[in-house]
């Protein structure tokens, strides 16, 4: 059985920003390059619970950085993980640049895609292709939650023939 595929966005979704004042700090800083990343511990089992059931590829401007910090920030019991560059064409705020990486790893494999920027062209995407495909959304002051997880979980039990 080949296992569908999970596009994971970091900022947003991992690193979280824009929670409301101290008493709101949904989890540690951690210092990488200089820069604070609020990630909260739960992530880290989010992932692994996901890694069972989907291949996991980082889809972040961070590239190859995601696998030099996050497995041993998150706890991952694994080392590294896929992950899509983009030749430059990074771009806070906006998620439409990942498309092309996106949809080259994916092939006409059902895939899902979690960020906290999913944009209209983002959505033409997933309703363009035949295979199963699911959109999921965070709030960045939030980031990925156990609903988002079960939810993961049961579309990806749902494509299995």
């Given amino acids: 059985m080949v296992k569908p595929v999970l596009f994971v966005d970091v900022d947003g979704v991992l690193s979280l920003f824009g929670f409301a004042g101290a008493e709101a700090i949904p989890g540690p800083f951690h210092w990488i390059d200089g820069i604070a990343h609020c990630i909260p511990a739960a992530s880290g089992p989010h992932l692994v619970r996901l890694a069972d059931h989907f291949e996991l590829v980082w889809a972040t401007g961070w590239e190859e950085k995601a696998n030099e910090y996050l497995p041993q920030i998150l706890g991952l019991p694994f080392r590294e993980l ?78 299995v023939q």
């Fill in 82 to 159: 896929p992950c899509l560059t983009f030749d430059g064409r990074a771009m806070f705020g906006s998620s439409h640049w990942k498309l092309g990486a996106i949809e080259a790893y994916a092939g006409q494999r059902p895939a899902a895609w979690i960020d906290d920027n999913v944009e209209d062209a983002c959505r033409d995407w997933a309703d363009g292709r035949t295979a199963p495909t699911l959109l999921i959304e965070t709030d960045p002051a939030v980031g990925i939650t156990a609903d988002h997880v079960e939810e993961l979980i049961d579309w990806a039990r749902s494509t």
